[in-house]
């Protein structure tokens, strides 16, 4: 069974700048997989925030476009997601997962890491 361990967030000002790194373990087929992050802030919903596709495209939602971007090491199985000019509203957990593409669109996974907390203050 795959598992992902996610780390990088904090606390920071708005502004910042963050890199969360997520390690893939298990039966992944990390190379060959799309990635997802996904971030879940209080009483709301988990939500994607950024993927990226098996072939190198990224997609991201309009809330975070131009400032989030997704970069991968296979080798390392570890995925980033790049966090730029963060703002409150970014305040949440943020999750990873990887599998086939459709999965990571909608968030079809029965195993989640812990995640890792950024917090954004204005």
């Known amino acids: 069974q795959e598992q992902f361990v996610e780390s990088g967030g904090g606390l920071v000002q708005a502004g910042d700048s963050l890199r969360l790194s997520c390690v893939a373990s298990g039966s992944v087929f990390f190379s060959f997989n799309a990635i997802g992050w996904y971030r879940q802030a209080p009483e709301k919903e988990r939500e994607l925030v950024a993927s990226?596709?098996?072939?190198?495209?990224?997609n991201t939602p309009d809330s975070v476009k131009g400032r989030f971007t997704i970069s991968r090491d296979n080798a390392k199985k570890t995925a980033y997601l790049q966090m730029n000019n963060l703002k409150p509203e970014d305040t949440a957990v943020y999750f990873c997962?990887?599998?086939?593409?459709?999965?990571?669109?909608?968030?079809?996974?029965?195993?989640w890491g812990q995640g890792t907390q950024v917090t954004v203050s204005s």
């Open positions: 990226l596709s098996s072939s190198g495209t990224l």
């Open positions: 997962n990887v599998g086939r593409l459709e999965s990571v669109l909608r968030a079809d996974f029965s195993s």
